[in-house]
Every structure is written in C-alpha cells, then in structure tokens.
C-alpha cells in the first residue's frame, strides 16, 4: 500500500475550509485546534467537548492513494474538512442522543439549535 505524508500546507488548506464552513454554520462560542493523527482508518477526523465546548480536527499524517483512496489534493482536503466541521456543528445533539440520562426538552433544545442554524444557513442562499 502506498501513502501520501501530509504537509503544513495540507494543513492549512485543511484548516481554512474547516474555519469557513464553521463560520459558514454558525457554529460560534468553539475553542477550534487543529492537529495531525496516526489513524491511517481516516483521512480526517475532530473530537469535540460539548461541554467545554473545544473542537480538535486532526489530519491524517498519510494518506492511502489506492484501492477507491483519495489522492491528496486540495480539493479532497476541502471536502474532508467541510465534513469534519459539519460534525461540530451536530456534536451536541449527537452527545445528548448517546447520553443515558437525557429529558425530551434537552434533546428538543439541541435539535432546535440546530434547525435554526440551518435555517440561518438556506437564507444565505
């Protein structure tokens, strides 16, 4: 298998388009950091704090060029990063569904943060 390594620009491309489209949601009151990983299993992933309300995005250091892989270009690293951030976006509503002990109101709240930030989102259109 062969690998591409990542480079400061691609983190930077990588970095850009994810703080465009977190602007872009309306995602707003996120500590945002970015960072390179190991997992070869994803070319990008983010860890969130719904609590805290701090995002990691990290970039694989190597990407896998074969077998249906993405090639390294920016345009892959763009839709990699809208995708991560898109993440962010839903993170609470996500944390709140996998919790054992949430009520209807919160999961409704956090439903509700969502739709109208969508909605903010389709009036820009």
């Keep these: 298998c062969q690998y591409m390594k990542t480079t400061e620009k691609h983190l930077k491309v990588f970095r850009e388009q994810f703080l465009k489209t977190i ?4 995602v707003t009151g996120w500590e945002i950091y970015f960072t390179y990983t190991d997992d070869k ?5 983010v860890a969130t ?4 309300h701090v995002a990691t995005a990290m970039l694989c250091k190597e990407w896998d060029d074969l077998d249906g892989g993405y090639l390294l270009t920016d345009e892959h690293l763009r839709s990699k990063a809208t ?3 898109c993440h962010v976006l839903v993170a609470r509503l996500h944390s709140l ?3 054992r ?3 209807e109101d919160e999961v409704n709240q956090a439903e ?3 739709v109208r ?4 989102l389709v009036k820009k259109l």
């Design 23 to 26: 602007e872009l949601l309306g």
């Design 41 to 45: 299993d994803k070319y990008a992933s």
């Design 49 to 52: 704090d719904c609590v805290a």
């Design 83 to 85: 995708h991560e951030a």
């Design 97 to 99: 569904a996998i919790a």
């Design 101 to 103: 002990f949430k009520t």
């Design 112 to 114: 509700h943060e969502l």
């Design 117 to 120: 930030r969508i909605e903010a």
